[in-house]
């Protein structure tokens, strides 16, 4: 809620700076989705996001000013794979109607997509978490605008490959931070399954009480069972979620006497600007997808050490 304020001024000035423009008008949904096409769109588009920081977008349901929004967008990038669920069948309208709409995770292989047991035959959709599979959403976002505006296609390809660079050398960077930490004690208890990617990424055992989506809560045995196995697994910390109601965890954390090991962000990053001190006294800015990922990381290895 410390966001909102400041999120809707943000909003406001975007999309009127965006309507006298004639650069393409873009509309992303979540904050991950934003800042890759802000990086590879640079000055030559205006970009709205829809959902800010601490927006939780399995339950996001769009307002009319939001379809009044896409339906006006020159382009649409969403994440896919039923993250935006309250969203799917808006996207597939507007693109039944010749809207340009993209889900960044169109380019994906199959064989790369984790199928958890409870999405009934759906994927999980959190694949910003896993860096290789991030880096392959760069090129529908660098192919949809050079397509649209052809003239810029040097320069979307040039900024493509920046953000390619970048997402390389923070996983390089997250390895070795996470060498640090012994294999045994790499296990991650969290509100929900956000995780997956990342945990086979970097060899970690996850476990979040509330599956894969946030729009059921953790059942009593859910959280009976996890309490369990973390006592079995001593695992000395849990964590909560900047978009995920913390109180399922805060009660494990009690029962099961493991600390709360911090706050990590899962379906959203954090605010654009927001600067943190890691304890190697980098500084990295929370509302970009690396700085997400630094901090993440961070909390995660300083909390399990």
């Known amino acids: 809620m410390r966001y909102l304020s400041l999120i809707f001024l943000v909003f406001c000035h975007t999309w009127a700076t965006a309507a006298t423009s004639q650069k393409p008008v873009v509309v992303t949904t979540t904050t991950m989705v934003t800042a890759m096409v ?24 769009p307002s009319a000013h939001d379809t009044a929004k896409l339906r006006q967008a020159d382009l649409i990038f969403y994440n896919g794979l039923m993250l935006e669920g309250r969203m799917g069948e808006l996207f597939k309208k507007l693109s039944r109607k010749g809207n340009k709409v993209y889900a960044v995770s169109n380019n994906i292989p ?13 994927y999980d959709p959190h694949i910003w978490f896993d860096p290789s599979m991030w880096s392959t959403c760069v090129d529908v976002v660098v192919v949809a605008l050079s397509t649209y505006a052809p003239g810029k296609k040097p320069a979307f390809e040039a900024r493509g490959k920046a953000l390619k660079e970048k997402i390389k050398n923070t996983n390089n960077w997250a390895k070795n931070k996470i060498a640090e930490l012994p294999p045994k004690k790499r296990i991650l208890v969290t509100s929900h399954d956000a995780y997956n990617y990342f945990g086979r990424a970097y060899e970690f055992q996850v476990v979040g009480v509330q599956g894969i989506s946030t729009v059921s809560e953790a059942g009593l045995a859910d959280i009976a069972s996890t309490v369990d196995f973390i006592k079995a697994k001593e695992v000395k910390a849990v964590f909560i979620e900047s978009s995920v109601s913390p109180a399922t965890i805060e009660r494990i954390s009690k029962d099961a006497h493991a600390k709360i090991g911090g706050e990590l962000f899962s379906d959203a990053m954090g605010l654009p600007g927001e600067m943190e ?21 961070n909390t995660i290895v300083e909390a399990l050490k």
């Open 110 to 122: 199959e064989t790369l997509l984790l199928e958890p047991p409870e999405m009934d035959g759906h």
């Open 38 to 61: 802000q990086d590879i769109g640079g000055g030559d588009i205006e970009v709205i996001g829809l959902m800010g920081p601490a927006v939780d977008p399995h339950l996001y349901k």
């Open 277 to 297: 001190t890691g304890p190697d006294e980098e500084r990295y800015d929370l509302g970009t997808w690396e700085g997400m990922m630094k901090h993440n990381v």
